[in-house]
Structure formats: C-alpha cells, structure tokens
C-alpha cells in the first residue's frame, strides 16, 4: 500500500477563546485552515492558572459536533440539556450541537497543568438541526493499544494493528454506529526512532498534529506543534525521531458542501447564521424543531 504523502503544514498559533483560556489554534485559525470535515483544533496546556482558570463559560454552538481530549487536568461540563460530565485525564467528550445546545467547560482545579484538545467536526446540512446529544467518555473506555515501536489510544473509528488482522474500535463510530462524517481520532504515542505504518480510510481526508517530539512523514519533517495535512489515499507512514514523538491522528469523510461560520455557529448559509442569532437571542436556539 502507498504511503500518504505530507501536503501541508498548518502551524499552531497563539489565541484565547473563552473567559481568556490561552492555546494554540492550526486548524480554524483562519478560513483557509480548515480540511473538510474539521472545522477547528485547540491545543491548551499551561501550568499558570492564569491562563486557564477563567475557563469557558455558557456559550451557544449549532451546526457541527465538538470533541474535547483531556490529557492532564480536571473540568466540568455543563448544559441546558442538564448533562454534566468530569474532563479527566485521558477522558473525552463528544458533544453534537445540532440545532442548539448552550454548555460551559469549567476548570475544577485552582493549580497544577491543563492539557487537552478540542476538535471541531462539521456537520452535513441534513444534520445541522438535528437535536442536540452528548456523550462523557471515562478513560477506561478508551481502549489503549500496543504495537510495534509505541501504542495508540483509539477514540473513534476502528484500527487495524499493524502486522496483525486484529481490529479496535474506540467508544465513538465503531462498527455498530456510524456518524456521517465516519470519523477517526487517535492517539498515537511512538518511541524513539520508531517507524509506523497505519492503514486509514481511502477517500478520507486526513491529518496529524504533532503535540510532543518530532516526526518525519516520509522525508519531510513535521514541525512540532503543527498540523500536517495528508494525501487522501494510502497508509500513514512515521517515523520519531531520537526524542520520539506524540501526535492525534485525525481522518473524516468530507462532506462538500460549503461553510459559514460565524463564531460558535457554523452552517451552510449567511441566512443560516443570520437565523441562528437571531434564535440564540430570542431563546430559541435550543428549542425544539
């Protein structure tokens, strides 16, 4: 099978978002950052307080799903649907706005790091009213898997361990649910010098961004803390260099419609923002269909 070739490097660059949270946005950090069907991803990860207390208070979303990866830390998830859950270390939440959902992620923690992710995942136009869910996924339910030169957490869709027929599916869009967008997200942990090979969905958009070391995607060298945007056929193919490496792998089935967003709104139309303002101030946004 033929390797996917890196085509782009999108890197991280410094923002805030929320009551003043600082991270790092490569994805969504403009118009034309973006892979169809991700909309946007957010490194955090600091060890002030000041730069994450304030957290995320009650703020609207419609039109697309937001995954949150904790990987040190501790927040609590809010909202008007009256789901709570506890962002662990190692847990996730995956959250569909649909027509409206209004949420707050909050630090439960006054010291210490917190270090996560958060993806944005479009949703196609048949789904962007749909109503609004919300899954809290402990780490226990993230199955955590070896192979040769490292191991892989797998969050959604199915892998196939390199050398092996066997497949693991993660919690979320494995073999009995399958969202639109068929996503994949993993987390990929490689030892020093260690190469990969990871079969991915043909067709699928694909990316990683690398979050510790540095990694080579066949002679090309990714940056650390950037987002590298792959070819759509083929394997991922890696290799860490002495110090190893630590990345998401991230692949969707693009959707192909077009993209307004404006803010926490993301749609199909200027009319359709329009309308989901206007429904998040009059009250309606999370009103039933």
């Known amino acids: 099978m033929a390797a996917r070739d890196l085509q ?15 991270l790092r946005r490569s994805l969504g950090s403009s118009q034309f950052a973006r ?11 600091s060890d002030n307080p000041d730069d994450y207390i304030a957290g995320f208070p009650d703020h609207p979303h419609r039109g697309f799903e937001t995954v ?24 996730v939440q995956w ?26 995942i479009n949703l196609p136009a048949r789904e962007k009213m ?12 993230v199955p955590q898997v070896a192979i040769d030169g ?20 993660g919690p979320v869009n494995g073999p009995d649910e399958r969202l639109s967008t068929d996503p994949v997200y993993w987390d990929l942990r490689l030892k020093p010098g260690a ?9 699928h958009q694909a990316m990683v961004y690398l979050y510790e070391g540095q990694a080579r995607i066949g002679e090309k060298v990714l ?15 890696l290799t860490a260099d002495r110090e190893g490496a630590r990345l998401l792998v991230l692949a969707g089935k693009p959707i192909g419609e077009p993209v307004v967003q404006y803010g926490p709104f993301v749609m199909n139309s200027r009319e359709e923002i329009e309308q989901a303002i206007a429904d998040y101030r009059s009250g309606r946004l999370t009103e039933a269909a």
């Open 195 to 203: 190469s990969v090979s990871l079969p991915l969905p043909d067709g």
């Open 223 to 237: 940056p650390t803390r950037s987002a590298g945007v792959l070819g759509d056929q083929g394997d991922l193919v």
């Open 68 to 91: 949150t990866y904790m990987l040190e830390g501790n927040m609590l998830h809010r909202d008007h649907l009256g789901n709570t859950g506890n962002l662990a270390p190692g847990s």
């Open 8 to 22: 782009r490097v999108i890197p991280s660059v410094a923002t805030s978002d929320g009551a003043g949270v600082k």
């Open 35 to 45: 892979l169809d069907p991700f909309l946007m991803l957010d490194e955090f990860y």
């Open 95 to 120: 959250m569909t706005a649909g027509r409206g959902v209004i949420h707050s992620e909050m630090p439960q923690q006054k010291e210490g790091r917190m270090r996560g992710f958060q993806l944005w």
């Open 150 to 169: 490292g191991e892989v957490r797998v969050i959604g869709g199915t892998l196939t361990v390199p050398g092996s027929d066997q497949a693991v599916s």
């Open 130 to 141: 749909k109503p609004a869910a919300y899954r809290d996924i402990p780490a226990s339910q």
